[in-house]
């Protein structure tokens, strides 16, 4: 019997993309493959050796990686130690610890990070003013580089975080955006904490804040303004750690 002891850094932690499942039975073909290249149009950029390799596939002429039911996986089982949603509700626990009226989203966060931002500021403009709240969220997030993006320096959990200062300025509330591996992107930093009066120190000490989004510069924004989360190892991923908090 083989026991496969699972970290998951995918939200929704399935198996089949975890470290690429290589001990899950595939269900995907290459005639899927074939299918998603022709909708998208992206044939033209691919390298002519994979073009000919699915389409090979395809055909019948390479052999399929090993499907549901193929009787190699008979003694293989897998568990999940942990994923984006239970390092949200780790966090959440050690908030009540400190005093917090924490909780954890049950979902892993998915979406853009503009759309996240907002989601956050929702929630800090709801409960702002009524006691220590916390909300901690596991995911992560997607963003695409800005036409203005000539010099990116930065990450999505940085980004995120700048444009969560947006959402929240003003409030007495906080935000984190952070990797759960310590890293956010290319960078020097694992991510960032922003609150309520990030945009007023941004003013006085000419951080242009809205220039760092469009041109994808998060990462010397934080940095200058203080809010940026030095970059260290943790040894593991569960995707993105959020959180807002308010009081």
């Given at each position: 019997m083989v026991?496969?002891?699972?970290?998951?850094?995918?939200?929704?932690?399935?198996?089949?993309?975890?470290a690429s499942g290589p001990l899950v039975p595939d269900p995907t073909t290459f005639g899927d493959v074939e299918?998603?290249?022709?909708?998208?149009?992206?044939?033209?950029?691919?390298p002519a050796p994979v073009?000919?390799?699915?389409?090979?596939?395809?055909?019948?002429?390479?052999?399929?990686?090993?499907?549901?039911?193929?009787?190699?996986?008979a003694r293989i089982a897998h568990r999940l130690l942990a994923g984006p949603v239970d390092l949200a509700r780790a966090a959440a626990t050690a908030a009540a610890r400190r005093g917090f009226a924490a909780e954890a989203s049950p979902e892993p966060l998915r979406g853009d990070v503009a759309e996240v931002a907002?989601?956050?500021?929702?929630?800090?403009?709801?409960?702002?003013?009524?006691?220590?709240?916390?909300?901690?969220?596991?995911?992560?997030?997607?963003?695409?580089?800005?036409?203005?993006?000539?010099?990116p320096d930065g990450g999505r959990a940085q980004h995120l975080a700048l444009l969560a200062a947006r959402e929240v300025a003003g409030l007495?509330?906080?935000?984190?955006?952070?990797?759960?591996?310590?890293?956010?992107?290319?960078?020097?930093?694992a991510g960032a904490v922003v609150d309520g009066g990030t945009l007023e120190r941004a003013a006085r000490a000419g951080v242009d804040v809205a220039r760092a989004l469009v041109e994808a510069?998060?990462?010397?924004?934080?940095?200058?303004?203080?809010?940026?989360?030095?970059?260290?190892?943790?040894?593991?991923?569960?995707?993105?750690?959020?959180?807002?908090?308010?009081?």
């Open positions: 026991l496969v002891l699972v970290l998951s850094d995918v939200p929704g932690d399935d198996l089949t993309a975890i299918a998603i290249v022709a909708r998208s149009g992206a044939a033209p950029s691919l073009l000919r390799h699915f389409r090979a596939g395809a055909r019948g002429e390479v052999p399929e990686t090993p499907k549901p039911g193929d009787a190699r996986f907002a989601r956050l500021g929702r929630w800090a403009r709801e409960h702002a003013g009524g006691g220590r709240r916390l909300l901690a969220l596991g995911g992560e997030p997607t963003i695409g580089l800005p036409p203005g993006a000539a010099r007495d509330a906080a935000v984190l955006a952070a990797g759960s591996d310590g890293r956010d992107g290319p960078t020097a930093q510069r998060s990462g010397p924004a934080a940095v200058a303004l203080g809010a940026a989360i030095p970059r260290f190892e943790t040894g593991t991923h569960l995707c993105d750690l959020h959180l807002v908090a308010v009081e």
